[in-house]
């Protein structure tokens, strides 16, 4: 089983629609992170988060220690927000233990 | 200031040769780490590094792999004796603390 589960592993949506990806660890940790990674493979820093609600624009994020979930959440999706979401999870030892990605697509 | 920057974006190397990936964390960053996508697979740590010294090497492979933070310059991603299964996307990240910033990644096909 791997430390960190992404779900789901493909998604596609209506432009519009509200998004809701999950991840759930098995490990302790000291922050939690999501990243962005676009077709062209670049990876940009959405969020980190050890604690409580994040939000940046259409972009929210919100974790649960005790259950060890988190869920990035996407309001108002957009065709541009087509990409692998990745959580990855930061043990206190500085390393990051990454789930496997969801592949969103959103349709105009 | 500039982001993370690494290069060459792409390189193609033929098996049994060597392979050097660099990595220029941003201004004033002191960590830097590596890490290794594999096609259709996800990112794995490689390994994390402070100037001069490597705080955490335990995702690299046990051989052809070592990596450098030199006082001066970029950090630097050595494969020798490339072989096949090294292609992959290598991606570094740098830090001021907890929060990482990614490079663009060098993307690694071995002939």
């Known amino acids: 089983k791997n430390e960190v589960e992404q779900s789901p592993q493909n998604l596609t949506a209506q432009e519009g629609e509200f998004i809701t990806i999950n991840c759930s660890y098995s490990?302790?940790?000291?922050?939690l992170h999501w990243l962005q990674q676009h077709p062209g493979g670049g990876i940009v820093s959405l969020f980190m988060l050890s604690s409580g609600k994040k939000k940046h624009g259409r972009l929210i994020a919100t974790i649960n220690i005790q259950e060890k979930h988190s869920s990035l959440h996407i309001t108002a999706s957009h065709p541009r927000d087509s990409a692998v979401y990745i959580c990855?999870?930061?043990?206190?030892?500085?390393?990051?233990?990454f789930g496997t990605g969801t592949r969103l697509q959103v349709f105009p | 200031n500039a982001g993370v920057m690494q290069n060459p974006r792409h390189l193609v190397r033929r098996r049994g040769q060597e392979a050097r990936l660099r990595c220029s964390p941003m201004?004033?960053?002191?960590?830097v780490y590596w890490y290794r996508q594999l096609p259709e697979e996800g990112l794995k740590f490689m390994v994390y590094?402070?100037?001069?010294?490597?705080?955490?090497e335990s995702g690299m492979p046990k051989e052809r792999f070592s990596a450098e933070f030199p006082k001066e310059g970029p950090s630097i991603l050595r494969i020798q004796q490339v072989v096949r299964g090294d292609s992959a996307a290598y991606f570094c990240a740098s830090s001021p603390g907890p929060r990482k910033f990614f490079g663009p990644g060098t993307r690694l096909t071995v002939l």
């Open positions: 990855a999870v930061e043990e206190n030892t500085d390393k990051l233990i």
């Open positions: 590094l402070q100037k001069e010294n490597i705080i955490d």
């Open positions: 201004k004033g960053h002191s960590h």
């Open positions: 490990v302790g940790i000291s922050a």
